[in-house]
Structure formats: structure tokens, C-alpha cells
């Protein structure tokens, strides 16, 4: 799948972390939501396509631990077991598009033409991977001027039966699709810390350079909030390596947090790397 003739300015993640409370079920943060809503009407306005992908947070990620829906139905053996995993695919997916709705509403509150575009019911998954998704749907809409809306979701996968699709995963296919000047994720912290942001001693990390084999000279070690399913910081560090190495170095990645001041210039790119409170990962010289 390369769709390289469209080019997105933007891919941008609205982290779980950034957009809900973590470990309250359900439980939205409306004014950090409104924050991310209005950066992309101002990326637009400055004249950038871009596509939103957001998070769970506490919208899905409960609901598919409780039933494994990530394990997929490989570990049920009896009806009853599957009966309970596929009634966990639904409760998960319910949960995951209450959000989009919740997302996509606040986009269009704020004046973006945004266009919910949801993997669970079109994203072909085999061992967690995807192998065949809409992008031309995807790159027509950018060309018609709309921002596509996608999510982590739950997905049939050919080999397991089911599991979880991370939004990580569907940007770097995204990139893998099409040319992507800047993928940005918005997290409830500043950026990649060189250990659990809430130890301490742990120093935000404003350079991570990636050599051309994929692997970094800094030490990152991460912790993973209980309730997560799909990896948590480590998949968001290992997909930005990724997506800067299948680049070969054309894509940077930021990370930064949904409250900074600078979120705003590092989505449009505007100023100068090192004043921002943010990490970016490039490719090493
Ligand atoms: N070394 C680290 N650097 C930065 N954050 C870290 C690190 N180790 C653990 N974390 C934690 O990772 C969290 C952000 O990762 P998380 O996977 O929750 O992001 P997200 O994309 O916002 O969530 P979701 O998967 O729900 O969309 C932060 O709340 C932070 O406390
Ligand atoms: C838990 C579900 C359904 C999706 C997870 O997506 P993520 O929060 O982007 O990792």
C-alpha cells in the first residue's frame, strides 16, 4: 500500500493520556480536548492537510482488558468463552466510538471539517498487523479538504480472530501510505523522559536521534499505566523510530504534551526545535 502522491502535513495523535483520565472510566478532559481541537483549526488555517488519529485512554482500554480482547479468540476454548470475548469486542468498541463521536463533535464545534473515519469496521488485521485498509477513502478525503478522524480500535484479525489495532500502529501505516512531513503526539507529559516521568531524577529527552538501523544512543526505560493494552510509551517510541527510519529521516516525530504552550509551533513546524518544551526524533546525521 503507497499512496506516496498524497502528502499530509500533519498526522497527529490525540494520546488517551491527553484527552482522558487514564484510570476514570470514561472519563473525558473536555478543556484539554478543546486545546487539541482548536491547534488543528489553526494548522489549518496556516494552510496544513492533516489527519487525526486519537487514543483510547479510559474509553476501551478497561473494557478490553477485562475480556482480553487483545489475546483474541485463540484463548477461548468453550461457547461460553467465546461468547464472552465477542461480547468484550462489542462493549470495547462501543466504548472507543463513544469517544470518536466525542472527539469529532468537538472538532466540528470548533469549525473543523472533521470526518470520522473508524478502523474497527474496515482496517484488515492479520497477527495484529494491518495488511489492507481504505487509503484511498482516507487520502480523497485530505484532497477535499476534510480531516479524517481515526481511533484505536478493536479489529477482526485473520490469524487471531480479534485484537486490539493501536492508534501507534495506524499512524505508521498512515506514514507507510503516504507522504507525511510531521507526525506529532500529544501525551499528558512533555515528552520521551529518560525513566518513568514520576520518578525520580527522570529528565525529558529533547533529541532522540535514530541511526538508519533503528536503534538509538539514549537509554529510555518506561513504565505502563494497569490499565493499558497496547503498550503504552514504549509502542509510542517504537513506532516514532520507525516511522523516522521507513522515512529514511524525511518524517520527524515529536512527542509533547497537550498542555504546552508550544504545541501550537511544534504542529506548524515554526520555530526553531530546541526552544521546545517537546522531544524530537530524527534521524542521525
Ligand atoms: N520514559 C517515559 N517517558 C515519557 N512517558 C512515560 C515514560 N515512562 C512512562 N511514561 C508514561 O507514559 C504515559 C503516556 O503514554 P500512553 O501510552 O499513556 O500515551 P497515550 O498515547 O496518550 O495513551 P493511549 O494509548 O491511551 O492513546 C505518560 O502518562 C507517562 O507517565
Ligand atoms: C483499547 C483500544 C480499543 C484501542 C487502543 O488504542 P491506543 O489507545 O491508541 O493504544
Known sequence: MNNTNTFIDL???????AITDKNTFETIKKEEL????NCIRSCREAGLSCIVVHGAGSFG???????QVNDGFVTATTKDELD????GFCLTRQSVTKLNQLVVNCL???GVPAVACSPGSSWEVDKKLPVRWPDEIIAGLVEKGFVPVLHGDCCVDKTLGCCI???DTIIKSLCNAFTTRRVVFLADVAGIYNRPPDQPGAQLLKSILVNSDGLIQESVCTSQSCNDVTGGIQLKLKTAIDI??????????FVTSIKSPDMNEVCLGKDSINHWNATSITMHS
Do not use: T
Not at 482500554?61 to 475480556?67: G, L, P, S, T, V
Not at 464472552?84 to 461480547?87: D, E, N, P, V
Not at 523516522?244 to 516525530?253: A, L, N
Open 108 to 110: 466540528i464545534d470548533v
Open 165 to 167: 489495532l493501536s492508534g
Open 61 to 67: 482500554h478497561h473494557q478490553a482488558k477485562r475480556y
Open 11 to 17: 498526522i497527529i495523535k490525540f494520546g488517551g493520556s
Open 244 to 253: 523516522v527510519v521507513q522515512s529514511k529521516g524525511r518524517c520527524p516525530v
Open 84 to 87: 464472552f470475548k465477542r461480547q
Open 34 to 37: 478543546l486545546i487539541a481541537a
